[in-house]
Structure formats: structure tokens, C-alpha cells
């Protein structure tokens, strides 16, 4: 798998559980202390995040990084 389709695949996870999940940017920006801008970029695969940062976006909706990652069915 590529380095943009990962990041694809962690911006569509990530958005997807967070609409399941009723949280919004402005909650995620209030857990991470990440800013809106960011977040949206990440779910737009516009940012190459760091694993630290990845592992505490995947916290924010109770997933792994496994998870995050995984292609999309």
C-alpha cells in the first residue's frame, strides 16, 4: 500500500467513526488540542501525520491504528 492511500484510508476511517460517533471537529480540536485546520486536512489525506498524532486521532474514536488504515470495502 502506498503512502497516499494510507493516508487516504486513515482521513476516510477517521471522519467515518467520528460522523458515527456524533463528535465533531470542534470536539476532536478540544480532546487533541489539534487545530480544525488540521483535522480537516487529515480526513482530506492533505496531511501526512505523525504516528503520535495518528495513534491520538485514533484514540479520539476508539480504534487502532490497524483499524484506521485498513482499505476501505
Do not use: P, W
Not at 12 to 40: A, C, E, N, P
Amino acid at each position: 500500500m502506498d503512502e497516499q492511500k494510507i493516508l487516504e484510508n486513515f482521513g476516510l476511517h477517521f471522519k467515518l467513526y467520528r460522523t458515527k460517533l456524533k463528535i465533531t471537529q470542534d470536539m476532536v480540536v478540544d480532546r487533541t488540542g489539534f487545530s480544525k485546520s488540521y483535522i480537516s486536512n487529515v480526513e482530506c489525506a492533505k496531511h501526512n501525520l505523525s504516528l503520535v498524532n495518528a495513534i491520538k486521532l485514533a484514540n479520539v474514536v476508539g480504534k487502532t491504528i490497524e483499524e484506521m488504515v485498513a482499505d476501505l470495502d
